[in-house]
């Protein structure tokens, strides 16, 4: 049981930053996260619900995009994103804003 307690320990150390970013509801004048499925495009949902994308690159499973339009969150759901998270916290670690 003790060899487990220092495991344990680094891994929700390293785990909680990014439970913070993921659990952040997106707002409408931010970047955001837009996560989607392996098989899906990220940027191609972004372009296609009328953001653009940001960031140096994009991941697997999730890109930061952007638009002024407040129905952009709305039609990230629409246009096939599995979730749609704030990204302001990630676009400046990234060093997209």
Known sequence: MKRLIFPMAMMMALATPFA???SAAPRPDAPVLV???PWQDPGAIIQLAGGVQIGPQSALFAALGQSD???FVTRLS???SWSVRDGTQ???LCGAL
């Open 78 to 80: 629409a246009a096939g």
């Open 35 to 37: 996560l989607v499925m």
């Open 69 to 71: 339009d407040p129905g």
């Open 20 to 22: 913070g970013v993921l």
């Open 90 to 92: 990630l676009a400046q």
